[in-house]
Nanobody, 115 residues
Framework: VRLVESGGNMVQSGGSLRLSCATSGFVFNNYDMIWGRQAPGKDPEWVSGIYNNGARTYYRDSIKGRFTISGDNVKKTLDLQMNSLKPEDTAVYYC?????????WGQGTQVTVSS
């Protein structure tokens, strides 16, 4: 099983980034796919998820209207389009695949937003 995040970078406040998670080794559409993040010195937090084979998407309140999650069952990728970035979005962003039995994590990609 592999989950490899990419797309992290340093941007100025108000900028945009698109994160991508390339996956392999499991049946992509049998898993809920989630983006999480961990800021320096803080606990990890859930950011957004796509559930029931794409039927439902959810976002944490602080990123609603700015981030968009999307999944591609053919390419087996999970993306996160991030617009209007704020310094408080600075974190390592992780891709997570989970079902009732197991969860897999990638190694993360760093997003840094300067003011």
């Amino acid at each position: 099983v592999r989950l490899v995040e990419s797309g992290g970078n340093m941007v100025q406040s108000g900028g945009s980034l698109r994160l991508s998670c390339a996956t392999s080794g499991f049946v992509f559409n049998n898993y809920d796919m989630i983006w999480g993040r961990q800021a320096p010195g803080k606990d990890p937090e859930w950011v957004s998820g796509i559930y029931n084979n794409g039927a439902r998407t959810y976002y944490r309140d602080s990123i609603k209207g700015r981030f968009t999650i999307s999944g591609d069952n053919v390419k087996k990728t999970l993306d996160l389009q991030m617009n209007s970035l704020k310094p408080e979005d600075t974190a390592v962003y992780y891709c997570n695949a989970r079902n009732l039995a197991v969860g897999y994590w990638g190694q993360g990609t760093q997003v840094t937003v300067s003011s």
